[in-house]
């Protein structure tokens, strides 16, 4: 059971983390599961109180917490398509040389990263938060990076 | 008045906070200004530098920071659900034996989390700053995190 | 060369910084790149590990992270011009001597904030991120905070 509230009182020293996670997804758009993955870094930090910053380190993919539930994400692929489609691709500027401005748009409704709560050395989620890669953009080698700040 | 940038020379130790605030909307949908809630929380954390995390901890609902004026409570309620209707509930494949996809994609909009920054002690807001609880499923009992970490 | 990750043993004293930064946009919208000017207080902050939050500090205006390409720029403006209209005014119960109900709306998918990660002192960016500030109500001056927590 995690305490209702904690104040440390006397403090402690700053501590910080760093890693990349790589993906190479074999599709243009995909929702990937990344929470074991960055569980694996926070425990590695060894950090107990603190934030884990979780973000795209590319312009057209996303880092989001949602749902793992299969339909859902069917549900957000054909939303997001919806409400900036892929085609026809010359309805974007961007589009020179380019095919992925639609990708770009999209990552900016599901954003590009998130902060989680650390607290007695684990993300303090609710009971059915996940963290996501969303790719929008892929069939290359992409990164997310983790980063964690705490004591 | 705010000093206009601040350089901390020697350091401090740092402290972190945690609490949860617990909602029960009695409609599906509705924002709730939680500003003096989180304020509380960051008094008795008596911490003076850092940042503040608040995010919902349900991924069917937001925490955001906007204006708090009815008139565009009324305009974001009828703007996402042009964006993110309900209905017809059959439309997504994430119903079955649920009806709160649409929730989960009015959330991406609105956003999960806000960090806000901690300057001598109070919210460091522009003048109209506030934070709201978006509730997209309720009738049931949710949470909000507030996490605080710094000095 | 970045180290693929660190883990920092001993711990350290925690620092903040703060700073603003202020805008006068004379169009009613426009997105301004301002790495530069958040890299300038990175340098002046001389913290060297940690998180930089930076938000619009008005709840008509964005922070996000995305391309430096006019042409994206101009399928930003155009995809929240359709995403959320100015006009008519009157659609919006906002707009009682107002005009800006929009710009609330845009905001809300492009983001009121970024947390970016600071490693060996520098943006821990991947190739093509740069800070953006989105202006949608301007022709006023209006302001962005920075805030670094770290060490």
């Known amino acids: 059971?995690?305490?209702?509230?904690?104040?440390?009182?006397?403090?402690?020293?700053?501590?910080?983390?760093?890693?990349?996670?790589?993906?190479?997804?074999?599709?243009?758009?995909?929702?990937?599961?990344?929470?074991?993955?960055?569980?694996?870094?926070?425990?590695?930090?060894?950090?107990?109180?603190?934030?884990?910053?979780?973000?795209?380190?590319?312009?057209?993919?996303?880092?989001?917490?949602?749902?793992?539930?299969?339909?859902?994400?069917?549900?957000?692929?054909?939303w997001l398509e919806k409400l900036a489609p892929h085609g026809p691709v010359k309805q974007y500027r961007h589009n020179v040389g380019e095919d992925n401005a639609d990708a770009h748009l999209k990552r900016q409704v599901m954003g590009r990263e998130v902060v989680v709560a650390v607290t007695e050395g684990k993300f303090d989620f609710g009971p059915w938060e996940q963290i996501f890669y969303g790719e929008f953009d892929g069939r290359r080698r992409k990164r997310v990076l983790v980063k964690i700040i705490g004591e």
């Not at 403090?11 to 790589?22: A, D, F, H, N, T």
Request: contains cysteine.
């Open 1 to 78: 059971m995690l305490r209702r509230h904690v104040v440390r009182g006397r403090g402690r020293l700053v501590k910080s983390y760093r890693k990349e996670l790589w993906f190479e997804v074999p599709t243009r758009r995909a929702f990937i599961n990344i929470t074991s993955k960055v569980e694996a870094c926070l425990k590695e930090s060894n950090i107990k109180e603190g934030l884990v910053l979780v973000n795209a380190m590319h312009i057209t993919a996303s880092v989001f917490v949602n749902d793992d539930e299969s339909g859902l994400h069917h549900d957000f692929e054909v």
